[in-house]
């Protein structure tokens, strides 16, 4: 697009060079109307509507997809190290005390080595993790906008874990929003915007 902008900018620039003098002094004695700001006009006593809280939502979408590529990336890059068939299933999850268990049709020995390569890769624990907390919250974030666009209307829910202040709605800030609402609303149970239970990545 940037490239179609510059000639269309040329393009535009040599129109204007052809034009007669006359009819160039015309247009800058008469600027088009919609180049001209008009006052805005509010009644006496009426308040400006206030903006609404807003994210970005191709912003999420660019974070989690990068930790996603990383943490698959990163397991077919193992099944390659350990000779297995490109086509072959696995899937990643962690345990109860915190350690990655790699399921599918592997060889124990093969499963077990993998295994241990994935508990001593910081960075893969660090995506992994990043995705188990955040990837709820942007179903949520996704599903919200997708039935808004279909159906109009507000979710007095989805406003109520978003901040005024744009600065306070990373995703971070959402998820951990969106966990205590969670929490206070169930509290019996397990909130699902932190480190998931059963939460996985498969290749």
């Known amino acids: 697009m940037g490239l179609i902008s510059t000639l269309f900018d040329y393009g535009n620039q040599a129109y204007e060079g052809l034009k007669p003098k006359q009819e160039q002094a015309v247009n800058r004695q008469n600027p088009a109307t919609e180049e001209v700001n008009y006052p805005q006009i509010r009644l006496s006593g009426q308040q400006p509507p206030a903006s609404k809280p807003s994210v970005q939502l191709r912003d999420f979408q660019l974070q989690l997809g990068q930790d996603t590529a990383y943490v698959k990336t990163t ?22 005390t915190g350690q990655f268990e790699v399921e599918g049709k592997v060889p124990e020995d093969i499963a077990t080595k993998i295994e241990f ?18 990837a709820p919250t942007l179903d949520y974030l996704q599903n919200v906008m997708r039935l ?6 507000e979710n007095q829910v989805f406003n109520s874990i978003l901040s005024e202040n744009p600065q306070n709605n990373s995703l971070q800030d959402i998820s951990q929003r969106f966990s205590q609402m969670n929490k206070v609303s169930n509290p019996a149970g397990d909130s699902f915007t932190e480190t998931v239970p059963g939460f996985s990545v498969a290749v």
Do not use: C, W
Request: proline fraction near 4%.
């Open 148 to 153: 808004s666009s279909l159906y109009g209307g």
């Open 75 to 96: 397991l077919r890059q193992k099944l390659a190290e350990y000779g297995l068939p490109s086509q072959t299933t696995i899937r990643v999850v962690r345990n109860e």
């Open 117 to 134: 390569d994935l508990n001593q890769n910081p960075d893969f624990k660090m995506r992994f993790l990043r995705l188990s907390q955040h």
